[in-house]
C-alpha cells in the first residue's frame, strides 16, 4: 500500500510542476499576443522558476529515497539542466531581453513540458500498476 502512496505523491509533484510550466507558457503567449507587459510578464515567470526547480529536486530525491532508480535517472538530465541554467545565472527572465529571446523562452519550457509530461505518463502508469498488484 505504501507503493501506491509514494505513486501517487510522485504524480500530484509532477502535476505541480507542469502547471507551474503552463502558468509560465501561458505568460509568454500573453506577453507575445500583447495582453500583459513585459515586466509584468518577467516579473511572473521569475516568481516560478525556482520553485520549479526546487520542486523538481524534490521529485529526484524522492525518487532517489524510495529506490525508484530508472525514474530518478529519468529525472536526472532535467534536474542537470536546470542546475546548469541556476549557475551560469541564466534561470531568469531579463524584462530588458524577453522581446528578443521570447520564442528561445517558449521553445526551452515546451521541451520541459513535454519531459514532464512523459514522466507523468510514466509515474501514472506504474501507479495503476502498483495499485493492481495490490489488489490481488
Request: glycine letters at 4%.
Amino acid at each position: 500500500m505504501g507503493e501506491i502512496w509514494a505513486w501517487l505523491l510522485f504524480f500530484f509533484i509532477l502535476i505541480g510542476i507542469l502547471v507551474m510550466l503552463v502558468f509560465q507558457l501561458v505568460c509568454l503567449a500573453d506577453l507575445e499576443f500583447d495582453y500583459i507587459n513585459p515586466y509584468d510578464s518577467s516579473s511572473r515567470i521569475n516568481k516560478t522558476v525556482l520553485p520549479e526547480f526546487i520542486t523538481q529536486g524534490v521529485l529526484c530525491f524522492l525518487f532517489l529515497l524510495t529506490g525508484h532508480w530508472v525514474m530518478s535517472l529519468l529525472c536526472i538530465p532535467y534536474l542537470y539542466y536546470n542546475v546548469r541554467l541556476y549557475m551560469r545565472r541564466q534561470h531568469l527572465v531579463d524584462v530588458t531581453e524577453i522581446f528578443n529571446l521570447l520564442s528561445w523562452e517558449k521553445k526551452q519550457r515546451i521541451i520541459k513540458l513535454g519531459y514532464i509530461v512523459v514522466l507523468l505518463f510514466i509515474s501514472l502508469f506504474w501507479m495503476i500498476y502498483n495499485a493492481l498488484e495490490d489488489d490481488d
